[in-house]
């Protein structure tokens, strides 16, 4: 039991310690290089809006072009040169960035813009992509053991084997949509400003590594993120895929046995109606012919019927 803790314990600081490492490289790398294409669109706009007037259909699709280029990467071209110091890699959004990587998620919404950058989110994944399955792994069976400990009290106090197994399913299917899909919207709804359905479609999609990008907490140019708000929601994450791989496990098992199920009875259902057939067959009763015998025999049976009616 106590090497089992201590075991727990390490992996859960190695985990942490690689997260926070890989977001230290990642500010380290990327951040000046932000700064510098926020500043480039910022004075691309002011230029624009200088000579507007002046310019032609191809200036206008050009400045266009280079507008949605930035968009993609990251830059908004809000506000004025004091955006500049408001950067995506922060410490805060730089861990949730790496949580994202290692959780295969990818938003796709931020993204190491330079070659060192890009090398070591090469690197990055690939040792923290197998590390993030063995947490998670982790983390899932102490999600267990607590539907264990749930089960073995149920049946202490005398409840059969097949409501406890029930009530135990129910108990974790219900508390993890309340923990990982009901409850954080509310939060998503305060903090980022969405509806509430669009606070569980976003939970839903980034628990599943669906990651389509629309939506991305702590992405609103004119808020100011609480430092602590992205690491909790890089916990968040993390947790809740957890649980959803449990969840999409268990969904897996059930489909499969209800095909087994369904396969049996109809091995069964065609074994039966062979026996019918074969019982048919058996105990059907014969034919008896019906037709007379023919009149006409052999040439010497006439002969004697001549003689006699002579």
Known sequence: MCGGKIQTALLVVSYTMYLLLGAIVFQALEENAEKEQKLAVIQMKEAFLQNFTHLTVA?????????????????????????VELNNWELSNSF?????VVSTIGYGTLCPKTV??????????????????????????????LCEGLGKCLYEKGMKKKKIKFLTLLFFLVMGILVFLCLPPFIFQVVEGWSYSEGVYFAFITLSTIGFGDYVVGKRPD????????PLVAIWIIFGLAWIAL???LLTTLLEDTEKKLVQDLHKMGKAGKKNEENQKRYRPARFSTEQPSSL?????????VSLAA
């Open 59 to 83: 200036d206008v699709e050009q400045f266009l072009k280079n507008l949605t280029e930035a968009v993609q990467r990251g830059v908004y071209p809000v506000g004025n040169e004091s955006q």
């Open 96 to 100: 949730l960035f790496v949580g994202t």
């Open 116 to 145: 060192a950058g890009q090398i070591f989110c090469v690197f990055f994944a690939s040792f923290g992509i197998p590390l993030n399955i063995v947490f998670l792994h982790h983390v899932g069976k102490m999600l267990s053991l």
């Open 223 to 230: 808020t100011n993120y609480r430092p602590y708000y992205r």
């Open 247 to 249: 969840l999409f496990n």
């Open 297 to 305: 025999g052999s040439g010497g049976d006439a002969q004697k019927t």
